[in-house]
């Protein structure tokens, strides 16, 4: 697969969000083994980027990558990016903490989960408002002295922010929402930022939380599922949008792949930095995803995609 660069890091273009395996969305119908071959299936199709983080489960993600991943002896064939600086309150809810002495515990912690020495990308979750980010970029910065970290990353964050952390030390990527219903990042300039400064962007939730694949309704959404509260994601919401999903689909129609590859394709195609991060816990979905690497969006295709209409919700 195509190599795409986080920072100094290269990574496969897409990459894999794990969170799905044990957090957020439809936990209960996972199945561990299929956890597993999915996983080993992303190393065959040439994935070389698994993003956790402690707070998913809470911690039980990291140790289905220690099981499947590090203890099946493919720990040297992947990066492993995972995040600290948040605390759990309940399933899908969570505090930030973004003390240094927590950040560190925080890594250590990970690490032992993970069943590993080094972290490839460690990444600040979310900024503590009640630390500043130069206290915490530092003592993250530490765990890449101390040999226990590769490279640092930040999670929605703004362009100041960025500058601030990357004065002390260098942000290798910007991890925040980006799809064709959440383009944010793209108005607010993170996006641009990241491609000035040499910094990759992971785009998390490329597909929409499954919305843009056009086989998600409101009745497949049970009350446990982190969606069930979310604005986008109403009985409501989710019809007045539909005209999005049918755009999508429209494309991918005539260029004849999938509607997930067309939403894919779109991500990959707002530039060269630009790495998604699709997350899924099988394997049908996991080879649909990497093999939207190879679509190529024509002109017809950008214009179509670039006039679908805005979300009517916000995505929190």
Not at 84 to 109: H, Q, W
Not at 285 to 312: G, H, I
Request: charge should be negative.
């Amino acid at each position: 697969m195509e190599q795409r660069m986080l920072g100094e890091l290269a990574v496969s273009a897409v990459g894999l969000g794990c969170m799905p395996m044990s957090w957020a969305y439809s936990v209960a119908d996972a199945d561990p083994q299929e956890s597993r071959a999915t996983l080993h299936r992303a190393v065959e199709l040439g994935v070389t980027l698994l993003d956790t983080a402690d707070v998913y489960g809470p911690h039980t993600n990291e140790e289905t990558i220690r099981r499947f991943i590090v203890e099946d002896g493919l720990r040297d064939r992947v990066s492993i990016a995972t995040k600290g600086g948040l605390v759990p309150i309940d399933a899908t809810s969570y505090g930030r903490d973004g003390r240094p002495d927590s950040i560190t515990k925080a890594c250590e912690a990970s690490m032992q989960r993970l069943g590993v020495d080094y972290i490839d990308l460690y990444q600040l979750h979310r900024v503590d408002p009640d630390v500043p980010i130069e206290e915490t970029w530092g003592a993250m910065a530490a765990l890449v002295t101390d040999g226990k970290v590769g490279f640092l990353g930040l999670s929605e964050v703004t362009v100041e922010e960025i500058a601030r952390a990357d004065a002390i030390h260098p942000v290798s990527s910007v991890q925040s929402e980006l799809s064709l219903w959440t383009e944010e990042n793209v108005v607010n300039g993170v996006l641009a930022h990241c491609e000035a400064h040499g910094i990759g962007f992971l785009a998390y939730a490329p597909l929409g939380r499954g919305y843009l694949t056009g086989t998600l309704t409101a009745e497949s959404i049970g009350d446990s599922d982190f969606r069930s509260g979310n604005p986008r994601f109403t009985a409501e919401a989710l019809a007045a949008n539909q005209a999005i999903v049918d755009g999508v689909q429209a494309v991918a129609d005539r260029l004849g792949v999938t509607a997930a590859q067309v939403a894919l394709a779109w991500v990959l195609d707002q530039g060269r930095h630009v790495v998604p991060i699709p997350g899924t816990k099988r394997r049908r979905w996991l080879e649909q995803n990497v093999a939207a690497a190879a679509v190529v969006l024509d002109e017809d295709a950008r214009k179509a995609l670039a006039s679908l209409p805005r979300s009517v919700a916000p995505r929190y």
